[in-house]
């Protein structure tokens, strides 16, 4: 019974100029971002319970007062903006 052996791998290039000139260039990184989904929908809410310092939540809750505000619409704004300055930092869609 003949023996198969595997294929040989192709030589190493001589210098890195080879290699450099034997590479292809590397297909750009897929982003899945969970909110480029097209089947989020922003018209709906989604309920998120966090625990924030006593003196911030009475800091949010007078705003709101003052402001004539709901304490989601602040929370809404703050987060938002937040959120949208660090995906721009990171160079991401909003």
């Given amino acids: 019974m003949a023996i198969k052996m ?3 791998r192709p030589a ?12 292809s260039a590397a297909p750009a990184p897929r982003l899945d971002l969970p909110w480029t989904d ?16 006593e003196p911030l939540a009475l800091k949010c ?3 709101a007062l003052r402001l004539g505000l709901r ?3 602040v929370m809404e704004r703050a987060l938002s903006e937040w959120t949208e300055e660090q995906l721009r930092k990171l160079g991401l869609p909003t």
Wanted: hydrophobic letters at 40%.
């Fill in 12 to 23: 190493a290039p001589a210098t890195a100029e080879d290699f450099i000139a034997g590479a």
């Fill in 71 to 73: 304490k989601q619409e």
């Fill in 6 to 8: 595997p294929p040989r």
């Fill in 38 to 53: 097209p089947k989020v929908r922003p018209d709906l809410r989604v309920q998120m319970n966090v625990k924030v310092a």
């Fill in 61 to 63: 809750h007078y705003l």
